[in-house]
């Protein structure tokens, strides 16, 4: 009797001038997620991804993608939409704070009043999101993360390899000290 073979899934789009990127360029260790603003178990993890970066900021790089689940997730589109029309003003990580901290608060109205608080211009993001101008970027990501073997979020890619482990600190911080020494 035969053992059957795991397989890892490994990120196949690799990370690009186009992608939205926290810490230094050349850190040894580089996490690629794929979330959905509306999503839970992404918004349980954000702190503790938020702490891993404080905690190595000089060894971790973060990368951002999009991954709504919209027949679950109601707003998630919307809500990547709008981080997108504020990356277009150099605001990507601070909407992306926003709604990962206001998960409650992600249906239009709310969300026009976050972008207002941040100092966006709300009714111009509202009509490039009303417009669909940032769809394309969204199913980009979207379908990259399909490509990667993802199928539900948070997933985790740790030097291009998928992390099975869990969402805790404790766990990101193993699995980001074993990247960088291996």
Known sequence: MSTPLQVTARLRDPVTADDHVRGP?????????????????????????HELLRQRADTVRMVYRYFP????HPYAERAAETAEA????????????????????????HLSLGVEQLGLPPDELNAEVEGRVYADRVRRDFVGGIRSGVNGTPTLFVNGVRHEGG??????????DAAANA
């Open 25 to 49: 360029a050349d850190a040894p260790v580089t996490i690629v997620e794929y979330g959905d603003f509306q999503c839970q178990f992404c918004g349980a993890a954000y702190p503790n991804l």
């Open 69 to 72: 689940i919209a027949n679950v």
């Open 86 to 109: 504020a990356a277009a003003r150099g605001r990507f990580w601070e909407m992306h704070d926003w709604l990962y901290e206001h998960q409650d608060q992600l249906d239009p109205v």
């Open 167 to 176: 969402y805790d600190l404790p766990d990101l911080l193993t699995a980001v």
